[in-house]
């Protein structure tokens, strides 16, 4: 059974769809694309699944923690909280966050860039929540592959750093090679990376942050790798 590793991609998705070795990179549309991949067991998805109501996610802390001092703790974006989701535009959508959180967060501009990816994903999950798709997040999974990943993933290194610890668990080189056009390299790898989660979820060897109390939508909020 395969599973599949999903990154955002200039308003569609990067996957990766991988079965033992083999994975196979695809550019996917829309969130019911990422959905409707046949014979997929895990889907791991980075973009926020789970919303708080009222302040920061306690998954987006402790990765934030984890990376400090790795050289990405800033890629961790604070997950807007749901009401957000309301928003009509960036200043629409900081007075609605002023008001879930009594006036003590609001949503910088490049999370806000998220949040019509994340209300496209939070509309066609729908109710109940879905357990075979899971939060993930590449940087997490990068440095458990391999500790050496350490440089911005937009650099010479850190993208010689990634692909070294892919090579390790599947034929990354075979996928990129076979992309689709146009498919960016650091997008490509980040979903090869969220497709690692995913087989790991799968496995039950996964490892989380985050708590077990869901959010208004039955969500769980937590990060997986």
Known sequence: ?????????????????????SVTLLALPDVAAVLAVPGVEAIGIDMPIGLSDDGARACDVAAREL???????????????????????????????????GGRRAP??????????IR??????????????VEVHPELAFRELDARVRD???????????LTALRAVMDVDEA??????????????????AAWSAQRVADGTARTVGVDTPDARGRPMRISW
């Open 120 to 133: 496209a994903l939070d509309d066609a999950l729908g109710d109940p929540p879905r357990d075979d798709v």
């Open 108 to 117: 910088s501009a490049q999370t806000y860039q998220l949040v019509a990816a």
């Open 1 to 21: 059974m395969a599973v599949l590793g999903v990154d955002g991609w200039r308003g569609a998705w990067v996957g990766a769809l991988l079965a033992g070795r």
């Open 176 to 193: 990129l090679a076979a992309a689709p056009p146009r498919v960016p390299a650091v997008d490509a790898l980040d979903a090869c990376a």
């Open 152 to 162: 911005p993933k937009v650099t010479a290194r850190g993208l010689a750093q990634r």
């Open 67 to 101: 990376l400090a001092g790795l050289g990405a703790a800033g890629s961790v974006f604070p997950a807007p909280v749901r009401a957000v989701l309301a928003a009509r535009d960036y200043a629409h959508a900081r007075e609605l966050s002023r008001a879930a959180t």
